[in-house]
């Protein structure tokens, strides 16, 4: 049992440039969501779905995308990549939407 | 929709002592508060959770106490020991509001001094 996987663990991007960071689970969790982890701003979503084909906003989705194809995979699209970008990403899953079990984050650079 | 607010950002106690960290929330009718400790380099973990119908809940040194009618629910954490350290989320949760999700506070940073 895996749990909530993430890749890459670390990237750098040039401004402009869009990328795709991967996340999948194995618990069979109905909710995933996508946050990004800023210093001092706590942990804010940006994406989240309830569901296989079902996603919606949340907090901060300005220049992401989602889709949910399937139970296991919930992947976030950056569009062209910005230098506010810049942060930690964690993606989560949940059975209820009530415990988050989160994955191990990716550290993203945007120069 | 909800709004989470956490004090105090940083906390330094000596090993031993007890910490304290407060969090208040918004929306009447947030029902789900979990807690969350994240260590240096590694992802957020959920260590204690409560739901609005319990004032209490205890896990060996850990606890949480809710006030709804205050709405603010605060951790506890006594005779802490050095691998307490690392910074602590609240967060909390209304089923009919911020869309059902749970929305995070900014993060105590608690540091154990040996």
């Known amino acids: 049992n895996a749990g909530v996987t993430q890749t890459p663990k670390f990237q750098v991007l040039k401004t402009g440039q869009s990328m795709t960071l991967q996340c999948a689970q194995d618990m069979n969790h109905e909710y995933m969501s996508w946050y990004r982890q800023d210093p001092g701003m706590g942990l804010r979503l940006i994406h989240y779905?309830?569901?296989?084909?079902?996603?919606d906003q949340g907090e901060v989705p300005n220049g992401y995308n989602v889709s949910r194809s399937t139970t296991e995979d919930f992947p976030l699209r950056l569009l062209s990549a910005a230098p506010s970008q810049t942060s930690v990403y964690f993606c989560?899953?949940?059975?209820?939407?009530?415990?988050?079990?989160f994955g191990p984050g990716t550290r993203l650079t945007v120069t | 929709g909800e709004n989470v607010e956490q004090h105090p950002s940083t906390l330094s106690v000596q090993e031993g002592d007890s910490a304290v960290i407060k969090c208040t929330y918004s929306?009447?009718?947030?029902?789900?508060f979990p807690w969350y400790k994240q260590e240096l380099g590694k992802r957020p973990q959920l260590i204690i959770d409560?739901?609005?119908?319990?004032g209490e809940k205890k896990d060996q040194r850990i606890a949480v106490t809710l006030n709804k009618t205050a709405k603010h629910f605060s951790l506890h954490i006594t005779e802490t020991q050095p691998e307490d350290s690392a910074v602590y989320f609240c967060a909390a949760r209304s089923y009919g509001g911020s869309q059902g999700n749970l929305i995070f506070g900014k993060g105590t940073k608690l540091s154990v001094k040996p």
């Open positions: 989560a899953s949940s059975l209820n939407r009530d415990e988050q079990y």
């Open positions: 409560i739901r609005s119908n319990v």
């Open positions: 929306d009447s009718a947030s029902n789900y």
């Open positions: 779905s309830v569901g296989a084909g079902i996603t």
